[in-house]
């Protein structure tokens, strides 16, 4: 009698530490959050944007500081200024669009350490307003 | 030489002269704003000639260019960002001191250019003489190379950059003629807050075009180079010095 009610215990304490453990999997993997804020399509299809968009801006930014060449198809700028947050106004951040993802992939984001994150209207340009107050 | 050849020469030489008329009329105006898919062309040469007599003394070009470009200070003069300063001139005999504003000449031959360990110093195809902060390993040899003390080094972690100048921790920056303003066919900030004011002693325009104003000005009235001894075919050009 004592042997079968340790079976049944170890029996409940297993199963629910199994379950325990399925939560805490779940949630130790910080899920990317992919919301576009603007435009029904991206420059170029969201497979292709997602291998390549480095590439896009690596070659953007040569021909932009070099050359003068401001075509907005490939610039940061209009990255940031479709994909922001619209309440922070800036693609860093816990659900910004390059930080979250770039997070879950473990990537480390140099852009942002001389371009800003923040779009140039609506949150982004309050934000900015502050920075420079700040200054 | 083939009927074609022939031809295409003829019309080639039929453009050039309805390009340019007569000297200074042109069909084709050179300075315009170029389109966003249009490269920075060796035809032009940006320039700035300051005319120190009508210098006065104030530092609306220095804040103008404070604001244009996102500069901060942190209250250290020795390491702060300096895109232009107005420097004193003082004779030590005569005792007459002389303000103006100093910022990268934007030479020809850049010095900059030449030390440049990675290429990042470079100058584009339109005299406009810029750091690629990519490339940029913050060495600080353009910074000893300048003869003009144009070049400063970011030493801090910045944030709250303008968009359209972007700048960062352990990169060289300096003057870039507002070349975000110049690309959308704008006058740089310290010649436009130079003017607003009244003071007009700031002019910028295409070296090359001898049909603009700093043209017929550098043609017509003595002006100098800053270190015109060095060689270096400076951009920014001094008058009343």
């Not at chain 2, 950059?161 to 352990?170: A, C, F, L, Y």
């Not at chain 2, 007009?200 to 700093?214: K, P, R, T, V, W």
Request: proline share 5%.
């Amino acid at each position: 009698m004592m042997r079968f009610a340790i079976a049944v215990l170890a029996a409940v304490l297993s199963v629910a530490a199994l379950a325990d453990g399925q939560r805490a999997g779940a949630s130790r993997v910080a899920m990317p959050t992919i919301k576009i804020e603007k435009g029904e399509a991206c420059v170029a299809p969201t497979g292709d944007m997602r291998r390549n968009h480095m590439k896009y801006l690596l070659h953007q930014r040569d021909r932009t500081v070099h050359e003068g060449l401001r075509e907005p198809r490939f610039s940061l700028k209009q990255c940031i200024d479709c994909h922001a947050d619209r309440a922070t106004g800036s693609v860093l951040g816990e659900n910004g669009f390059c930080a979250s993802c770039h997070a879950y992939a473990a990537v480390k984001l140099d852009c942002f350490e001389c371009h800003t994150p923040l779009r140039e209207t609506g949150a982004g340009a309050a934000a900015m307003r502050k920075a420079a107050k700040a200054r | 030489m083939s009927p074609d050849r022939r031809q295409f020469l003829a019309w080639g030489s039929a453009a050039a002269a309805g390009a340019a008329l007569a000297p200074g009329l042109r069909l084709i105006e050179l300075v315009q704003a170029r389109s966003p898919e249009a490269a920075a062309s060796a035809l032009e040469r940006w320039g700035l000639l300051i005319d120190i007599a009508k210098c006065s003394d104030c530092d609306v070009c220095v804040s103008a260019c404070n604001e244009e470009n996102g500069l901060s200070g942190h209250g250290r003069p020795q390491t702060d960002a300096h895109w232009i300063r107005k420097v004193e001139l003082r004779d030590k005999r005569t005792g007459y001191a002389q303000a103006l504003p100093l910022m990268c000449q934007h030479c020809a031959e850049p010095p900059c250019v030449d030390v440049c360990p990675t290429g990042a110093s470079f100058k584009r195809d339109d005299g406009i003489v810029l750091v690629d902060k990519h490339i940029c390993i913050g060495c600080r040899y353009c910074v000893m190379a300048c003869p003009y003390g144009a070049r400063t080094f970011v030493h801090e972690a910045l944030s709250g950059q303008k968009p359209d100048v972007p700048r960062g921790k352990g990169t060289v920056e300096s003057c870039t003629l507002c070349v975000q303003r110049v690309d959308r066919g704008e006058t740089p900030a310290c010649v436009q807050a130079c003017n607003r004011d009244g003071a007009s002693a700031m002019l910028f325009g295409d070296l090359n075009d001898d049909a603009s104003e700093i043209h017929r000005r550098l043609r017509s009235e003595p002006s100098r180079q800053l270190r015109a001894d060095l060689a270096l075919n400076t951009g920014v050009r001094y008058q009343g010095l």
